[in-house]
């Protein structure tokens, strides 16, 4: 997928999680493939209005809509491990009826939700402005 592609996917993916909550969307892949940027996408289809930025530092950013939906957005590279979860107050996000987007779900293992959908960004050798995208 192309950058633009990628936004029209996420946008579409985060209309349709309005309709689905709660949502837990996984993002896994090497740096530099797109999840933050596939998260910005997702959270304007979601409804966000200010900027979605990376939580590498913060670890979790939270964001609402004008119509009281909640977006959490984790990035869990800088973790060890799922013992590490409960300093960022896992067991009260994973409770919420909202949308939660984990970058680097396998910090987590596997307290990350069975149902939740599993995304992999990649990149495509030879060509910095595509993305492989499955699901």
């Known amino acids: 997928m192309t950058l633009e592609e ?3 996917f996420g946008m579409s993916l985060g209309r349709l999680a309005a309709d689905a909550l709660p949502c837990v969307i996984t ?6 493939t797109g999840k933050t940027a596939l998260t910005r ?9 200010e900027p979605v930025t990376s939580p590498t530092f913060a670890l979790v950013h939270e964001y609402h809509t004008p119509v009281a939906r909640r977006l959490f957005h984790l ?8 013992h590490e979860l409960a300093n960022l107050g896992w067991e009260s996000i994973s409770g919420e ?3 939660v987007i984990i970058e680097w ?3 987590a293992g596997h ?4 149902d ?4 992999t960004l990649a990149h495509v050798g030879g060509d910095d402005s595509r993305r492989r995208v499955t699901w």
Do not use: T
Request: avoid cysteine.
């Open 6 to 8: 990628l936004e029209a």
């Open 111 to 114: 307290l990350v939700s069975a």
């Open 41 to 49: 996408a997702i959270g304007r289809g979601f409804g966000v209005i």
């Open 27 to 32: 993002l896994a892949g090497d740096l530099g």
């Open 105 to 107: 779900p396998d910090r």
């Open 116 to 119: 939740a959908l599993s995304i």
């Open 97 to 99: 009826r909202a949308l």
């Open 75 to 82: 990035d869990l590279y800088r973790l060890k491990g799922p």
